[in-house]
C-alpha cells in the first residue's frame, strides 16, 4: 500500500498524546463544530449514535460549573484548557426502548475520532475519568436515561514551565503502550 495513505491517520494517531499544558484560550467555534462532525460520524450499533456532548468553552459561563466538578489534581492543569467537553451516553435504543448494551462502546467511538479530529487540527486534549458524577449530572440537569463517559480537556498547547516538575515528567515520557502480542491474536 502507498505509504501515505499509511501512514496519514497513524501520524495524528502517534502525536496524540494527553496533554496537561493549555494556552487558556477559548476554542474557535467553527472549530469545535468540525471536531463534532467527527465525532457524530463514529460508527454506532443500529446507527442509534447514543453520544451527547455537553461544551463548555472557555469564555462561556458553563466552563467554571463543569470545572468545579473536577477532581482535585484534575483541576490544576485543567484551569488552562480551552473548553471542557461531558460526554454521555443514551443507555436505551431510540429504536425501541430497550438497553443498548453497546452506548458506552459507540460514545467511546465518537470520543476518538474527536480527539484525532482535534489534533489534526492543531489542538491537543486529555480525557478525565476524575470528576463529581453526581455534581456533574445536577449542574446539567443529566438524568438516569444518560450515562456518564469522561470530560474531556481541549486547547492549545499551553508553556510546559507552567506545570510542576511530576505533570512536566508525565507529559514528557515517553507514550506505554502493551506489547501487540499481549492484545491481537492472529487467528
Ligand atoms: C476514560 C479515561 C479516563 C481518564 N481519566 C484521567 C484523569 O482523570 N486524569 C488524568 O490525568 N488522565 C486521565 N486519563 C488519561 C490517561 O491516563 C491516558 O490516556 C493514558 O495514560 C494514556 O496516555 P496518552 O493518552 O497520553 O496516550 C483518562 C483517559 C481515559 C480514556
Redesign the pocket.
Known sequence: MNSYFKEMVLDIINN???V?AFNAEPLDTEDLKVMFQAATLAPSAYNDQPWMFFVANRNSTGFADVFQTL?P??REWAKNAGALVVTAARINLSLNGEPNYHALHDLGASTANLLLQAQAMGYVT?????FDHIAIRETLYIDEAFALG?IIAIGKSGDIEQLTPQQKHRQLSP?VRKSLSDVVKML
Open positions: 496524540r498524546r494527553s496537561m477532581a489534581a484534575n486529555h480525557v478525565m475519568g476524575g469522561s507514550r
